[in-house]
């Protein structure tokens, strides 16, 4: 079954595909036994495949470590495969590939990154929760880095309000899976194997998008009709569609030569959607840079 392709109608509960049982295992954390099976990796991307799991290779060192080989796949995690023979031409191509797996459509991941301020605790704070055991991946860099799997609810999710560190994954982008090696270490990363949970109601509440702030646009008078309509369509953005639509009307703006006329109205109105000051000035000003009008 494609993880890219719910059986339509069947309930998200149904399709989560099983964990590949090869690579690193841990029972416990805090001290169970932990053992590693001894595997290649182009083995373990073959039994993720068969569990169901698409992958792809991603670099195992240097500075793109984790990252999708680029002239294996192109298009990164969006040519992430099932199909054995493909998966073998690319290991057979980069044998010490770390396996990259995009986020099973019926599943998100919460990323925890301690490097970062990210902990368990933090995030059970910020939700008033504690989270349940489920599936969970253990980074190989050994600091209590992991990626928990959770059921993913219907609807728009955000990961705007999770704490510092805290990073949320679907199946948007992907994961680095057992038994790849840290670039960092060279341990591997680990299974602990649990059924995949349901988000408690907490953290399903803190990955719901802000609400929106009560904002009315009203053009100024002197604006003329394609930039009213350029405002007027900033004005009905989403929390998670601010950045990327004003970027759009600046970079409009900016093509038609009245840019710099007009970005105090479109700082106007992300501000009035509730977008920092800051981040909306650097947008605008990055869209003004990279599509200003031919002279």
């Excluded at 890219?4 to 690193?24: D, H």
């Excluded at 994954?169 to 341990?187: D, E, Q, V, W």
Aim: net charge positive; glycine share 10%.
């Amino acid at each position: 079954m494609s993880l890219a392709e719910p059986k339509p109608g069947a309930p998200p509960e149904k399709q989560v595909p099983p964990a590949p049982t090869g690579g690193n295992h841990c029972s416990d954390q805090a001290g169970g036994a932990i053992g590693a099976k001894s595997t290649t990796m182009v083995a373990a991307a073959l039994e993720a495949a068969a569990a169901g799991w698409s992958v792809l290779p991603c670099w195992p060192a240097g500075p793109r470590a984790k990252s999708p080989v680029a002239f294996l796949v192109p298009h990164g995690h969006l040519q992430a495969s099932v199909d054995r023979d493909v998966i073998r031409a690319w290991w057979r191509r980069c044998p010490d590939a770390m396996i990259g797996a995009p986020v099973p459509v019926p599943l998100l991941v919460i990323d925890i990154d301690p490097r970062n301020g990210g902990s368990l605790e933090s995030v059970e704070t910020a939700c008033s929760a504690t989270l349940p055991t489920t599936l969970t991946v253990w980074s190989g860099r050994c600091d209590g880095g992991r990626h928990l799997y959770f059921r993913r609810p219907a609807g728009e999710l955000s990961s705007t309000r999770l704490p510092p560190g805290v990073d949320l994954k679907t199946s948007a982008g992907y994961a680095i899976i057992p038994p790849s090696l840290h670039p960092a270490t060279g341990a591997g990363y680990m299974w602990q194997h649990h059924p995949v949970a349901e988000l408690p109601a907490g953290l399903r509440a803190l990955l719901r998008p802000a609400p929106r702030p009560d904002f009315t646009f009203r053009p100024a008078g002197n604006v003329g009709k394609r930039s009213a309509a350029l405002l007027l369509k900033l004005s009905t953005a989403t929390v998670g569609e601010r950045n990327a639509l004003l970027y759009w009307a600046a970079s409009r703006a900016a093509e038609s030569g009245v840019l710099d006329d007009l970005a105090p109205e479109l700082l106007r109105v992300a501000e009035g959607l509730g977008m920092p000051t800051g981040e909306a000035r650097r947008t605008v000003e990055s869209a003004g840079a990279r599509t200003r009008a031919p002279r």
